[in-house]
């Protein structure tokens, strides 16, 4: 029932931006956080960010911090991630995820996000 869709990606060169959008719909508890995780080839899953229902605690993996930012749009249900100085290391497919328990422990673990998006492809070319 619950549905997150994605959209956003496509190839940009180093250095280029882009914006990831991602929609959550259906009977889904309100107060969810949001995170995202990316998949780049042949490497594991990986933590991006995270952010809180209010928006207030957000978590950054020490690769992406600076450059990258999540924000939330809650009237719209939808989360987005600015991403800016893209390299060609964030190659890879991006989802996003609802948590419905977020906190500073557990904001890394992907077994804590229920809700998954379908994945968009992110190619960084140097």
């Known amino acids: 029932q619950v549905q997150l869709v994605q959209s956003g990606g496509g190839l940009v060169q180093a250095g280029d931006s882009l914006r990831l959008s991602c929609t959550v719909s259906?009977?889904?508890?309100?107060?969810?956080?949001m995170g995202w995780f990316r998949q780049g080839p042949g490497k594991e899953r990986e933590f991006v960010v995270a952010?809180?229902?209010?928006?207030?605690?957000?978590y950054y993996d020490g690769s992406v911090k600076g450059r990258f930012t999540i924000s939330r749009d809650n009237a719209k249900n939808t989360v987005y991630l600015q991403m800016n100085s893209l390299k060609p290391e964030d190659t890879a497919v991006y989802y996003c995820?609802?948590?419905?328990?977020?906190?500073?422990?557990?904001?890394?673990?992907?077994?804590?996000?229920?809700?998954w998006g379908q994945g968009t492809q992110v190619t960084v070319s140097s």
């Open positions: 995820a609802t948590h419905p328990k977020l906190s500073y422990v557990n904001y890394k673990d992907y077994n804590g996000y229920d809700y």
């Open positions: 259906g009977r889904i508890f309100s107060s969810y956080a």
């Open positions: 952010i809180s229902w209010s928006g207030m605690n957000t």
